[in-house]
């Protein structure tokens, strides 16, 4: 899988939750069932952590100013601005190519390089280790309760 088919996935992802939540808060106040807020949110919140985690995997590989890189993150933010987003890095040419640091790539020079090229030479493990870190900040984020105050 490419970086540009990597991050589209998971801007299309981010962006399909975004409608979920949406769809799931106006049934809320249009007085049909609360019961899809929790859900949806749920299922959101953790799109958009993984959608977080692909995008710095990406800007590290891609070389994204640090500008770019943050838009990329705050487009997570605004709903399905990461469709718009994903397709100005498609055709500013910031998804171009495959892995740069992929074996038999570049050499990794900075710690964040290091670490996505273990990530790139060991995909299986990598996968299980960004789903144990969302995860666990995912049960850290519900610990400390909903993004908004009940009530």
Known sequence: MT??????????????TWTLLILGMVLKYTGVSEAFVP?????HGVVFLGYCLVTCFVWVDQ???VGFGVLGLASAVVPWAT???????????????????APGGERPATVPERLQAWSLRSPLLATLVGLVAVAALTSVLLHLGPPVPRG
């Open 39 to 43: 859900v949806f949110g749920m299922l």
């Open 83 to 101: 469709i718009p987003f994903e397709r100005r890095a498609q055709r500013s040419g910031r998804l171009a190519g495959g892995w740069r640091l």
């Open 3 to 16: 970086p540009r088919e990597l991050y589209g996935r998971f801007a299309l992802a981010e962006a399909v």
């Open 63 to 65: 070389r994204w100013p």
